[in-house]
């Protein structure tokens, strides 16, 4: 079992339609939980984290936390086809490197 | 403010060149780190700065990488005798230093290498 694992994709979804992506790890341990964004030739981009479990809200992104079920998932509310890249999960417990997934690719279509 | 610059941007070498790629981390960070990642591939970890601490190289594929951070600041990642296969983008990344790794990590453009 991969330590973070993704789905890669493709998810495709209809501009203005909610995107959910999710994230396993298998650290019992982790503590920190980062969404980065890549788009096609660029350098990851931060989204968001969360370190508690529960929901965290910024504009249209949710992170949602689950340490007993060992996921972590992002939505993406009114998707537009700017949102339309590569999601990377990374993971990381006390001390530890982070642990990147592989990421999901996403398409907003117009 | 700015945030974490590379240079070259691009890099075209022959093969058995050396090579010196460059970061200059956000101002206040002090902790750096060298990702590469191949194309259509995860990002593979490389090596990790922080403060005076002796680095984390545990990531470095080959003797052929070494990376080094002055005055805590700016880093230099040199590749010698480059292969075909480090054709890759290495990126570079710079946090403030939390509770193990709990700072988000901010990228630089990377540095797109590509050996002849």
């Known amino acids: 079992q991969k330590e973070v694992e993704q789905n890669s994709g493709p998810l495709s979804v209809p501009e203005g339609a909610i995107a959910s992506l999710n994230c396993t790890y298998s650290d019992r341990g982790s503590q920190s939980f980062f969404w980065y964004r890549q788009y096609s030739g660029k350098s990851p981009e931060l989204i968001m984290f969360i370190y508690s479990n529960g929901d965290k809200e910024d504009g249209r992104f949710t992170a949602q936390l689950n340490k007993a079920s060992q996921y972590v998932s992002l939505l993406i509310r009114d998707s537009q086809p700017s949102d339309s890249a590569t999601y990377l999960c990374a993971v990381a417990g006390n001390n530890r490197k982070l642990i990147w997934g592989l990421g999901t690719s996403l398409g907003v279509n117009p | 403010g700015a945030g974490v610059s590379q240079s070259p941007s691009n890099k075209v070498t022959e093969k058995g060149k050396d090579v010196e790629l460059r970061c200059d981390p956000i101002s206040g960070h002090t902790a750096l780190y060298w990702y590469r990642q191949s194309l259509g591939q995860g990002l593979e970890f490389l090596i990790y700065f922080q403060g005076n601490s002796a680095p984390d190289k545990s990531g470095l594929p080959s003797d052929r990488f070494s990376a080094e951070r002055t005055g805590g600041s700016v880093s230099t990642l040199t590749i010698q005798r480059t292969q075909q296969e480090d054709s890759a983008v290495y990126l570079c990344?710079?946090?403030?230093?939390?509770?193990?790794?709990?700072?988000?990590?901010?990228f630089g453009d990377g540095t797109r290498l590509s050996i002849l």
């Open positions: 990344a710079s946090s403030l230093v939390g509770t193990g790794f709990n700072q988000p990590q901010h």
